[in-house]
């Protein structure tokens, strides 16, 4: 008879339509970079800056709503932040200056902290067994590469028929429609309330007197340095400095007849093999130390990245590229949070992951900023570029003196 759990749990599902509506989402704003300008005549940092900023408020908000989740419970606090994001979309809608995109975006940031990875991550690892964690941990965070791969054609799709700010409110719609699921995700009873105000401190206090916690909150940052910045700007990055695409060759006789669309491409193959690399280290850090993981995959990017900028850009360097960063792209996602669980217990995961996702998203914010204004002062990406080789090196090398244990002296969940 087999004993073993099913992996796929109603948890988990519920999980994974939360993390591919919110971040499909997410991934459609360069859609509407265009439509934004041109109506209003805006310079194209202005709406650049809703973006870097939304990065930041997902930051920010990302450790208060695991808080929140830990003292209120994850569905009302999920609830919370699927409201705010709506509501975010909705003022967005009605925005005509670049100041209130910007400020809109705060709560666009909130909305995503609250219905993205770091409660969802925290509920499907409570619910899941450890035989499964860190493949539950992957699968949602695979999800999240779905909602890239598949947000931004429906908002082009929809563009041709909506405006830009009725597509912002079937968006909001969206995010409202989702919680309809919400019944299904009942994930193991928290600690009692008197339980988490008398230890919340004190294993908060515990984690940052830990090296490797701020090993692990370090290391992040790397990631979302490099995510966001290739996100934000390598398709321009690709139409300014790609080699022509031969006539009559694969890409063109596939559509792909302009660096371009050669740029647009790139960011769906990043998206497509990232559900491969993920689901791989899912796997692995079942099997292997995660220290030893994150390692490997911040040294895989460094090396990608390097030969990439080294080496002639031709559409065939794209096209790799592309799916060796993809492979690469969203595998910290499940094996960091793991390390988390992991070291510091289940309990209070939401909080803990989240302080450390602030690092990644100060380097989301970093990322998308610092290409643009790099750019505006040097007329391209090269240094910028750089940056991110030098900081995922860094990242490399940090994990590796992370202890992976139980911290001593913390309760068992």
């Known amino acids: 008879m087999d004993t073993r759990s099913p992996l796929f749990t109603p948890v988990l599902l519920v999980g994974c339509a939360f993390v591919i509506v919110s971040f499909g989402i997410r991934a459609t704003f360069g859609v509407f970079q265009i439509p934004i300008a041109e109506e209003f005549g805006w310079l194209r940092a202005e709406f650049s800056l809703a973006i870097a900023i939304q990065n930041l408020a997902w930051g920010i908000g990302q450790p208060l709503f695991g808080a929140m989740a830990e003292k209120i419970g994850d569905r009302k606090a999920i609830v919370l932040g699927a409201v705010v994001y709506a509501l975010g979309l909705m003022l967005t809608a009605q925005s005509t200056t670049p100041l209130e995109q910007q400020l809109y975006a705060w709560f666009i940031g909130f909305g995503i902290a609250g219905t993205g990875f770091g409660i969802i991550l925290a509920v499907v690892g409570r619910a899941s067994t450890a035989e499964n964690r860190s493949m539950s941990l992957a699968v949602v965070s695979a999800s999240g590469s779905a909602g890239q791969i598949f947000g931004p054609p429906i908002a082009e799709w929809m563009l041709g028929f909506l405006t830009w700010q009725s597509t912002f409110l079937v968006f909001a719609a969206a995010i409202l429609l989702v ?235």
């Open 179 to 413: 919680l309809l699921t919400l019944p299904l995700m009942r994930a193991p009873a928290m600690a009692s309330k008197a339980e988490l105000e008398e230890s919340l401190g004190e294993i908060l206090v515990k984690a940052f007197k830990d090296p490797s916690y701020t090993f692990i909150y370090l290391g992040f940052f790397s990631c979302g340095y490099q995510v966001a910045f290739i996100t934000a700007h390598f398709p321009a990055f690709v139409t300014e400095l790609c080699g022509p695409i031969m006539p009559g060759g694969m890409l063109d006789n596939m559509g792909i007849s302009t660096t371009s669309a050669l740029g647009a491409v790139a960011i769906s193959l990043i998206g497509i093999a990232n559900i491969g690399g993920t689901l791989l280290a899912g796997w692995a850090g079942k099997h292997w130390p995660k220290k030893y993981l994150l390692a490997g995959i911040y040294t895989g990017r460094t090396i990608v990245a390097a030969l990439f900028i080294i080496f002639p850009i031709t559409p065939e360097s794209v096209i790799l590229f592309s799916i060796a960063m993809g492979s690469l792209w969203l595998a910290t996602i499940p094996l960091t949070s793991g390390l988390v669980a992991h070291i510091y217990g289940l309990r209070y995961m939401g909080t803990l992951y989240g302080i450390v996702f602030l690092s990644h998203q100060l380097g989301s914010f970093l990322g998308v900023w610092l290409g643009g204004r790099m750019y505006d002062i040097y007329g391209d990406y090269t240094l910028v570029w750089w940056i991110g080789v030098g900081v995922g090196a860094f990242s490399a090398i940090i994990h590796l003196p992370i202890r992976e244990r139980r911290l001593e002296g913390l309760r068992t969940a």
